[in-house]
């Protein structure tokens, strides 16, 4: 299972947001590549960076900070907010993305979607950001209407063999994870899940290694780490206990 530190930038710095909420913003790191560094030192392999002014101008403003953690951390990088056009897709795989998650996009525009799959294949993640059910887009702050369910089981027709699934009640407030709805939401989408929102402590990592494989692809873990609620090291260790149990 892929651990995933997350770094969410904000103005150029480490942030983050409280259920979404640009105006419940918490500065963790004035220098995002010098914490993408520290990641890599406790022993992460990957790094999920999501560019918030991206996501919620629709136009990306941190491609030169994702490609400096790429080039100087040694981690693999997911990244995703604001990906709104083929050619923010190409600048980012040259700045050396290793996934791109299509969020807006995903919902709004299939025709983009396919194109993307067509030219980036099994670097495209599908972003789906769900509260009560219901795809929220544009940096969360729109409601769309769709159901999340619906947007999950018509992945795999459309090529997409990766999900990101955030739980919006959960994500930033530490509640734990919602099994049952990330079970159904593996089952729905046929491939397993990398689960977002609710991580507080180790015990919330086990509860992920617990859905196995089938469900559970990996974890993105973000405030905690800054908090020191849960310890990197510590994590990645229950994740490959977790693995090597399998």
Not at 92 to 121: I, N, S
Request: with cysteine; hydrophobic share 50%.
């Amino acid at each position: 299972m892929i651990v995933f530190p997350a770094i969410d930038l904000l103005g150029g710095r480490a942030v983050r947001l409280a259920q979404g909420d640009y105006d419940r913003v918490t500065v963790y790191n004035d220098d995002p590549v010098a914490q993408a560094r520290a990641f890599a030192e406790a022993g992460a392999e990957w790094v999920h960076v999501v560019d918030l002014d991206g996501a919620r101008d629709g136009v990306p403003g941190n491609i030169g900070i994702v490609e400096r953690i790429a080039g100087e951390s040694g981690l693999k990088v997911q990244t995703g907010g604001g990906i709104r056009t083929i050619e923010t897709m190409r600048r980012l795989a040259d700045a050396g993305a290793a996934r791109m998650v299509l969020g807006t996009k995903l919902v709004t525009d299939e025709a983009f979607v396919a194109e993307a799959v067509a030219g980036f294949g099994d670097a495209v993640v599908a972003g789906v950001d769900a509260r009560d059910g219901d795809v929220r887009i544009a940096g969360w702050r729109e409601g769309t209407h769709v159901r999340a369910a619906d947007v999950v089981a018509e992945l795999a027709d459309r090529g997409i063999r990766h999900l990101v699934y955030t739980d919006i009640s959960r994500d930033g407030m530490g509640t734990g994870i919602n099994d049952a709805a990330y079970r159904a939401v593996a089952e729905s989408a046929g491939f397993p899940v990398v689960v977002s929102g609710g991580m507080h402590s180790p015990d919330d990592v086990r509860a992920v290694v617990a859905l196995g494989a089938p469900v559970a692809e990996g974890v993105i873990i973000g405030r905690a780490l800054y908090e020191g609620t849960i310890d990197l090291a510590d994590a990645l260790a229950i994740a490959a206990e977790g693995s090597a149990a399998c």
